[in-house]
């Protein structure tokens, strides 16, 4: 129930640092605009966001910020875990 109710609350115009509070980026590839986010209490529980940088001017080679936007997100779906 708990992770039914944070992913629902997740929307688009959230900072990252906002989503990663109960979730966090599930293991494998990931990129800049773009990642799969895992439940932290159960990582089999996932959603797929895509970002805007915050500042898009900046010249930084800074990956995550946690200032980007979610532009994009996805409903939960069930998937096995990545692992690096």
Excluded: W
């Excluded at 605009?33 to 529980?45: A, F, L, S, V």
């Amino acid at each position: 129930m708990e992770a039914l109710e944070s992913a629902s609350k997740l929307s688009v115009g959230m900072r990252r640092a906002e989503i990663e509070k109960d979730f966090e980026l599930d293991g494998g590839m990931t990129f800049q605009n773009r990642g799969t986010y895992t439940y932290r209490r159960c990582h089999y529980i996932k959603v797929d966001v895509e970002f805007q940088k915050s500042d898009p001017t900046s010249n930084t080679i800074e990956t995550f910020s946690p200032g980007d936007q979610a532009s994009k997100i996805s409903k939960p779906y069930l998937a096995y875990p990545v692992s690096d």
